[in-house]
């Protein structure tokens, strides 16, 4: 089991950069496919940017391909995720989310990203 606690989300204006954190407990960090998703006010939440347990692999939406970049320091426990060029569009609640193999099974409370144009 991980338990996993999001920061560093807060209002930016249109074209600023932010990073999320997103700390994890455990010894087993490594084990884990990590991702981030990100719920809107009144949508569904939605995948945002993922990456494979050594950080050799990353995958993202298309909606933030080209200005997030996700990474991750296994050593710190930590997954981030670099947000540039931010957009009225990316305010949302931004979730991490770990995974074993087929779904994200552990989830942390998110963090509030607010984009003011």
């Known amino acids: 089991q991980v338990q996993l606690v999001e920061s560093g989300g807060e209002l930016v204006q249109a074209g600023g950069s932010l990073r999320l954190s997103c700390a994890a407990s455990?010894?087993?960090?490594?084990?884990?496919?990590m991702g981030w998703f990100r719920q809107a006010p009144g949508k569904e939440r939605v995948f945002v940017a993922d990456?494979?347990?050594?950080?050799?692999?990353?995958y993202y939406a298309d909606s933030v391909k080209g200005r997030f970049t996700i990474s991750r320091d296994n050593a710190k426990n930590t997954v981030y995720l670099q947000m540039n060029s931010l957009k009225p569009e990316d305010t949302a609640v931004y979730y991490c989310?770990?995974?074993?193999?087929?779904?994200?099974?552990?989830w942390g409370q998110g963090t509030q990203v607010t984009v003011s144009s």
């Open positions: 990456i494979t347990k050594s950080g050799g692999n990353t």
């Open positions: 989310a770990a995974s074993l193999g087929s779904e994200y099974r552990y």
């Open positions: 455990g010894r087993t960090f490594s084990s884990y496919a």
